[in-house]
């Protein structure tokens, strides 16, 4: 018999957006209840994305010595004496103790839980299915919030009997062995992110995309800086305008790609990167008045609410920045308003951080962005190999980018590619928030040596550019 339950508020996805929201509903007095399809807490980001995939990251960087073998001049470990036994027993330790983690955090607040997928009877009901489709929950809920995440598309359709020989994002990690050869089909955040990592690891590695140049959301010093360092880097092919007709098991068994213009490449295994879509399927959302958009993701207006009043979303199901980060904050900010709760408005800046080899973070508008806009800056540059703590961490090819208003001296944005580029970043964020001139970091004492001393040597660097006349202004 399926149990009832009564709330104020159902969030439906337990990932960043939904375990937060449901935790600052809970801390407000509210009774909540999350609904998981996947039977555990954290989503997709700790199960099969974000968490994962750093550790991953971590681990091979670890094991294979990249960094600082780049910088003294070694070889790094190759794949065949790389312990796959190993990198499992990392990530399955960190996703355990994350998970443990957070069902305590539920527990301690009184969270309900129900496992299954939720359909929407109406705005205010909703029931939850098993894998067999038996109903096991019937909940009404004053408000709902959806935070069900997103998957990897697959816009070309696989052969069948060739599903071995594919992966994405959310099954890399069931992979038996370290393949010799991946073909990774799209150049986005994930597919440099895995694209990297597996060629650190020794992996031969081809990076196609149909587009003609890697991230074109970076600056375009700091994206001209990224493919210099991965044009070079050992076992990785790059392959940009390149269109891909079907994909096909090869007569060696492998995976093969025919391209549109006629060409062939083939690998063990080939990796999906070819942006994600909402997870909204099996909702029921037709039995409410939430609307999507032409992508499919759920329309939302600045509070987070949808189109149906009692109804709110946060996270990937409401399309960019589909972000761990902003999604955590969303889905707080959507519990707040949806409970009249003392809130404010989504912060105006916000970093992204890109695990790539090298890492990749931003806060604020690039060059080219301030440019078009009229705005008079200046840049501010610090390179790794001019700060002590580079050479000593094997990166000397690392820059800390800092754009600056040529008159107020205001921080505008901040760059950065190297080791630890996305916490540094901070620093940034913070600068922008606050409202900083660049003359702060001239004036602050940093810990030596480390790479956060680069932001006073960017911030020299920029300022020694400026006239007299507007040097005195902070001299």
């Known amino acids: 018999m399926a149990e009832k339950m009564k709330v104020d508020l159902a969030v439906i996805g337990a990932g960043p957006a939904g375990q937060k929201g449901a935790i600052q509903a809970a801390k407000a007095g509210k009774s909540v ?97 098993d894998a067999s489709d038996q109903v096991t929950h019937n909940i009404e809920a004053d408000k709902v919030l959806i935070s069900t995440g997103s998957s990897p598309r697959h816009p070309i359709d696989l052969p069948e009997g060739t599903e071995d020989l594919f992966v994405d994002s959310d099954i890399v990690f069931n992979m038996q062995k370290v393949p010799k050869s991946l073909i990774v089909l799209g150049a986005g955040i994930i597919g440099c992110e895995y694209a990297t990592m597996f060629a650190a690891l020794g992996v031969e590695v081809y990076l196609i995309d149909r587009r003609d140049s890697l991230l074109r959301m970076l600056d375009g010093e700091i994206g001209s800086s990224f493919a210099e360092y991965i044009t070079k880097m050992s076992h990785l092919t790059i392959e940009l305008g390149v269109g891909i007709e079907r994909l096909q098991r090869s007569d060696k068994g492998e995976a093969q790609i025919v391209r549109t213009d006629g060409g062939t490449l083939e690998a063990e295994c080939v990796f999906y990167s070819m942006g994600r879509i909402a997870n909204l399927d099996g909702l029921h959302l037709e039995n409410t008045g939430v609307e999507r958009d032409k992508l499919g993701n759920i329309t939302v207006n600045p509070l987070f609410q949808t189109t149906e009043p009692n109804i709110y979303a946060a996270g990937d199901v409401i399309g960019p920045p589909s972000l761990a980060s902003t999604s955590v904050e969303q889905g707080r900010l959507a519990v707040r308003n949806a409970f009249l709760l003392r809130s404010h408005h989504f912060p105006d800046f916000f970093p992204y951080g890109i695990y790539t080899i090298p890492e990749i973070s931003a806060v ?34 690392g820059i800390i980018k800092i754009l600056f208003h040529r008159e107020t001296l205001e921080v505008l944005s901040v760059h950065i590619i190297g080791t630890h580029a996305t916490e540094l970043i901070s620093l940034g964020q913070m600068a922008l928030s606050l409202r900083v001139r660049i003359d702060y970091f001239v004036d602050t004492i940093f810990n030596y040596p480390t790479f956060a001393e680069g932001f006073r040597i960017a911030a020299l660097n920029g300022l020694n550019k400026l006239d007299d006349s507007l040097s005195a202004k902070w001299s």
């Open 364 to 397: 604020g508008p690039t060059e080219e962005e301030l440019r078009e806009q009229g705005v008079q800056f200046e840049v501010g540059r610090a390179h790794y190999a001019e700060i002590a703590r580079g050479p000593i961490a094997g990166d000397t090819e």
């Open 33 to 129: 209840a999350i609904i998981d399809r996947l039977g555990l807490l954290g989503g997709a980001c700790l199960n099969q994305g974000t968490i994962p995939s750093k550790t991953l990251r971590s681990a091979i960087l670890d094991l294979t010595g990249f960094v600082q073998s780049v910088y003294h001049g070694s070889a790094p470990r190759q794949v065949q004496e790389i312990p796959v036994d190993e990198l499992r027993r990392r990530l399955e330790r960190v996703i355990t103790d994350e998970n443990t983690l957070l069902a305590e955090q539920c527990a301690n607040n009184g969270i309900l839980t129900a496992f299954g997928t939720a359909r929407f009877l109406d705005p205010h009901h909703l029931e939850v299915v």
